[in-house]
């Protein structure tokens, strides 16, 4: 079946005035359309048997998969496609049989109601997630724009960014774009004084930044910004081990022994699609790497508690791994090679002499790239400097062949 059945028409605070006469026609012939409320609201009387969305909303995937092969309609907000319902019902449906009929997203509506080139903004949804996932965007001249949660979001957002040191950025909030109701109000963010918000908001955040303000780059975190009992990668081998890992945007990482999760939290800076696992047998240290990962925007780390490997079963298959404590485990590096899919990419770094030593056993019998990283950084001698080295690092990088796999 190839012939478009599901027809998924997004429609705006405007109702059918605002749809095309393809996407109102639609409407008119559906003997079935689901949506939410609101959206069901705005079509007024008819005759289409009509189901509001059920809680939670993939409860309806089976009623929907159930009618394959019969006209079927549903209302969406703005794009479907745009942080939208259309993702979740394409996982399902095939894209052949699927006819969407999009609407302005509210980030071109806001976009266009404040004069901003969409293409120079950053589009966030803080709906159901964390507001700390919009912290590594905050930077001078940055300019946000975010669908809220609800009516509140607003406040928080305001008050967390006054305490990391963007009080000066102007928030925007743009209620019920498009709509009968639509309502733009701003201040800035440490003098925030808007009341009685709509929960149907968007927030553009045109961002400044005060002197001291917590900017959090992709790359190079400073030691300091990690909580850590001194289970910690430090910067420069850091730098070389997330080079060796050669992140790619959406892959998973796998870093196990992870210690204050530095590594991790990193990896998810480089792209917002990236993904990490943190594997910590120290509850502390789990707990800890938590913290870090809200504290320096990347809230959606999972951190699983455990030791490696055995808490390892179960985990979505990996694209690269990275092995910071355990490295002389022959039972652990074994297991890690055997998760690793093709193309994958293990990272092993060592300290002891024993983990070095079984590097370098590796390296002979599976290849991949050996080198030693030494580090040294002035300190102190009396009334002179000098630079005190660090302890040498082996680093074993190995790359599942494609044909191997």
Known sequence: MSRPWLTIVGIGEDGLAGLSAVARAAIQAAPFIMGGRRHLALLGPHPAICHPWPSPLTAAIPTLLARR??????????????????????????AEEILSLPAPSAFSLAANRLGWPLQDCQCLSLHG????????????????????????????????????????????????????????????????????????NTLAVDVAAKQGARILPRAGLPDSVFAHDGQLTKRPIRAVTLSSLAPLPGGLLWDVGSGSGSVAIEWMLIHPSNRAIAIEADPARAARIGLNARELGVPGLQVVEGRAPEACAGLAPPDAIFVGGGSSDVRLL?????????????????????????????????????????????????RFQALRPALPVHQWIFIRSRESA
Not at 80 to 85: D, Q
């Open 69 to 94: 092969g019969e006209p079927t309609l549903v209302l969406a907000s703005g794009d479907p496609f745009c942080w939208g319902i259309g993702a979740t019902l394409a996982r399902h449906v095939p």
């Open 129 to 200: 997630r964390p507001l700390e996932a919009i912290l590594p965007h905050l930077y001078p001249g940055a300019r946000i724009l975010a669908l809220s949660w609800d009516g509140g979001t607003p406040g928080k957002l305001a008050a967390l960014m006054d305490e990391r040191g963007f009080g000066a950025s102007r928030l925007t909030i743009l209620e019920s774009l498009g709509g009968p109701a639509e309502r733009i109000r701003s201040c800035l963010a440490a003098d925030f004084d808007v009341a009685a918000i709509t929960d149907l």
């Open 334 to 382: 074994d297991a890690m090679l055997a998760a690793l899919p093709a193309g994958g990419r293990l990272v092993v770094n060592a300290v002891t002499l024993e983990a070095q030593a079984e590097l370098a056993r590796r390296h002979g019998v599976l290849g991949g790239e050996l080198i030693a990283l030494s580090i040294a950084t002035a300190a102190p001698i009396g």
